[in-house]
């Protein structure tokens, strides 16, 4: 069966530090892949998403991820990280096979001062 | 704007109430989708509907109903079975596969008095 991991339930980070959040998924073929962010007492919101082709996605808010099928991750990452981006993080998997997506448990940003 | 509506934003039932939870979706999606979301557990599946008519049970159906009478509605109804219904419920929409993007609402909060 499908599954995500998101290893980390919070990360805190400096005020323009960098910053990777982990994903890694449990999928046979190639899976499509999703990150999304959700502000407290909010709707959920893409930032960026893997089908195929080049594995390094670009996404909204100067987000990037990069898909690493030999180790079945699909990490996000932003190199300067803003008070604005304190938020809840979440990786999800499509399939083909599936009209759902398959949700990590999310990972709580908390940004330093 | 094309989007995804839920209403109300904060709704309050009494114990053995049944509630109903508001959502329209003017994208034009053939496919719907309710998620329960409590502190800590990421987003649990409890309905979704592929197409008019037509619905699947997710993950924790029990004590929920739904209906999908028209394209663009997709309401859900939280009955008195469900034992702890107080949550943070949101609704999506996508055109149905798996490497289709989920477009959330706003969300709405019960809380069960």
């Known amino acids: 069966a499908q599954s995500v991991t998101q290893p980390d339930i919070h990360i805190t980070v400096s005020e323009g530090a960098s910053l990777e959040l982990r994903c890694n998924y449990s999928?046979?073929?190639?899976?499509?892949l999703f990150w999304y962010v959700q502000s407290p007492g909010q709707g959920l919101q893409l930032l960026l998403k893997?089908?195929?082709?080049d594995t390094l996605v670009q996404g909204i808010k100067g987000f990037e991820a990069e898909f690493k099928r030999s180790q079945s991750s699909f990490n996000l990452r932003k190199p300067s990280v803003h008070w604005s981006d304190a938020a809840e993080y979440f990786c999800a998997v499509g399939t083909d096979s599936n009209y759902q997506l398959i949700w990590g448990a999310g990972t709580k940003l908390i940004i330093k001062p | 704007d094309g989007g995804i509506t839920q209403s109300p934003k904060y709704l309050f039932r009494k114990e053995g109430q049944n509630v109903t939870l508001s959502c329209e979706q003017n994208?034009?999606?053939?496919?719907m989708y309710w998620y329960r979301q409590d502190p800590g557990q990421g987003l649990r599946l409890i309905y979704y509907?592929?197409?008019?008519?037509?619905?699947q049970k997710g993950d924790i159906a029990e004590g929920y109903s739904v209906s999908r009478e028209k394209k663009e509605s997709f309401p859900l109804t939280v009955t008195s079975a469900q034992k702890n219904p107080t949550a943070f419920y949101l609704c999506a929409s996508s055109m149905g596969r798996g490497r289709d993007t989920q477009y959330f609402g706003p969300g709405t909060r019960l809380t069960v008095l």
């Open positions: 994208l034009n999606h053939d496919a």
């Open positions: 893997y089908f195929s082709g």
């Open positions: 509907s592929q197409i008019v008519n037509d619905f």
């Open positions: 999928y046979g073929a190639t899976p499509y």
